[in-house]
């Protein structure tokens, strides 16, 4: 199956600073690679998404860049609050299959 | 609208005793349903996805089954479970069609193995 890579583990920023959060995918067919963020205790929800016929993606504070041929994409979070403060995970799924594969997630601290 | 359940919210359960664990899915048909765990501190660990009643894909080798015997309904199982099945555990549900779509999770099972 899919293998997503996600780095960094754990991110600390001080307010108003930006956040990357990096993934790498192996199955070039994965065509859809969505970003969720997860509050302590509470369900992940998407925040974020983008397919493969787009290098970019951008909401507000938050955007996605995908690079196909390095098999690499990024969550970028702009100008952080505290309320920012969750585990992000990255994942990708190939757009006629069914599995939908996970990152190990990136635990971001915000410091006010 | 859509919205998915998921049920119990906590759970405490002695080593070797059996689990079940249930998810319904309200408001749309035919969705992919996916069993995730995830260890404390760690990812989301794909379990079990399903395409349809009565069809299930294991992801990984473990102590646990899963059984979808309704359109909108995904159980999961084990006979006797293990201090290592300690976990949160979250159900999910995809639109179908061919689309590239978002997952949807249901609220969550805090499981603890004593």
């Known amino acids: 199956g899919e293998n997503v890579e996600q780095h960094p583990s754990t991110l600390s920023v001080q307010e108003g600073d930006s956040a990357v959060i990096k993934c790498t995918y192996s199955?070039?067919?994965?065509?859809?690679f969505p970003w969720y963020k997860q509050e302590l205790g509470k369900r992940p929800q998407l925040i974020i998404d983008?397919?493969?016929?787009?290098g970019e993606k951008k909401d507000q504070r938050i955007a996605v860049t995908l690079n196909k041929t390095a098999k690499h994409f990024s969550l970028h979070i702009t100008e952080t609050q505290p309320e920012d403060s969750a585990v992000y995970f990255c994942?990708?799924?190939?757009?006629?299959?069914?599995?939908?594969?996970f990152g190990t997630g990136t635990s971001l601290t915000v410091i006010p | 609208s859509q919205t998915i359940h998921q049920w119990p919210a906590t759970l405490v359960q002695p080593v070797g005793s059996p689990l079940s664990l249930e998810c319904t899915v309200e408001?749309?048909?035919?969705?992919?349903l996916y069993w995730y765990r995830q260890a404390a501190g760690r990812g989301l660990q794909l379990l079990f996805y399903?395409?349809?009643?009565?069809?299930i894909s294991s992801e990984v080798p473990q102590n646990l089954s899963a059984s979808r015997p309704q359109d909108r309904q995904f159980i999961l199982s084990s006979k006797k479970l293990l201090l290592s099945d300690s976990g949160f555990y979250l159900c999910?549900?995809?639109?179908?069609?061919?689309?590239?779509?978002?997952?949807?999770f249901g609220q969550g099972t805090r499981l603890t193995v004593v």
């Open positions: 999910a549900w995809r639109g179908r069609g061919g689309m590239n779509t978002e997952a949807f």
């Open positions: 199955d070039s067919a994965s065509n859809y």
């Open positions: 983008i397919r493969s016929n787009v």
């Open positions: 994942a990708a799924s190939i757009g006629s299959g069914n599995q939908f594969y």
């Open positions: 408001g749309t048909s035919n969705p992919n």
């Open positions: 399903s395409v349809g009643i009565g069809q």
